[in-house]
C-alpha cells in the first residue's frame, strides 16, 4: 500500500465516529467513540461490569477494500462467532465516516486485550482496530505490518 494511501486511511479512520448501539453492557445508552477521545460515560458503564478494556472491531471491508454487502455480512457472522466461541460478549455497533458516504457494521468488545484485538483485527484483514481502558483515551492500533522506514540520512565518505 503506498504511503499516501496510509495516510488518507488514517486520516478517515481519525475522522469516524465509532458508535456503540444502546446495551446494557453499554449503560443502556448510545456512545459515539473518536480516536484519542475520553468517553467517561461509557467507562462508568464498563467498570460497573468489570471491565477494564474495550476493543472496536469489524469484519468489513478487509484491507479497505470495498465488499459486497453479502460477503460483508458473512465475514461480520464469523468474527462474531469467533469472539462467541472465545467467550467475549459483544454490543452491536457501526463505524460511520464523517461525510456518511460510508458505514461499517461493527461490535464493541468489552474486556478485549489489545494483542486479542490486533489478532482479530489482522485475521478478518483489517488495517486497524480502535482499543482503549477504563480511563484511557480511545487508540488507533495498526493491524497490519508497516514497511520498515527508509534510512534517510545521507552518509558521506
Avoid at 472491531?57 to 484491507?63: D, G, H, Y
Avoid at 461480520?76 to 458505514?103: I, K, M, N, Y
Amino acid at each position: 500500500m503506498s504511503e499516501a494511501r496510509r495516510d488518507a486511511l488514517h486520516a478517515a479512520f481519525k475522522a469516524t465516529g465509532y458508535i456503540v448501539r444502546p446495551h446494557p453492557l453499554a449503560g443502556d445508552r448510545k456512545h459515539v467513540l473518536r480516536v484519542e477521545g475520553l468517553h467517561p460515560e461509557l467507562d462508568a458503564a464498563l467498570a460497573a461490569h468489570g471491565f477494564t478494556t474495550w476493543a472496536f472491531l469489524t469484519a468489513w471491508n478487509p484491507r479497505a477494500h470495498a465488499r459486497p454487502p453479502r460477503t460483508n455480512a458473512r465475514l461480520q457472522q464469523r468474527l462474531l462467532a469467533l469472539l462467541e466461541a472465545r467467550g467475549h460478549p459483544s454490543v452491536s455497533a457501526v463505524g460511520v465516516a464523517e461525510d456518511r458516504r460510508w458505514s461499517e457494521e461493527s461490535l464493541f468488545v468489552p474486556g478485549l486485550s489489545r494483542e486479542e484485538a490486533v489478532r482479530m483485527g489482522r485475521l478478518f484483514d483489517q488495517e486497524a482496530v480502535l482499543w482503549g481502558t477504563v480511563g484511557g483515551a480511545a487508540e488507533l492500533v495498526m493491524c497490519r505490518a508497516q514497511p520498515p522506514a527508509m534510512d534517510r540520512v545521507t552518509r558521506r565518505p
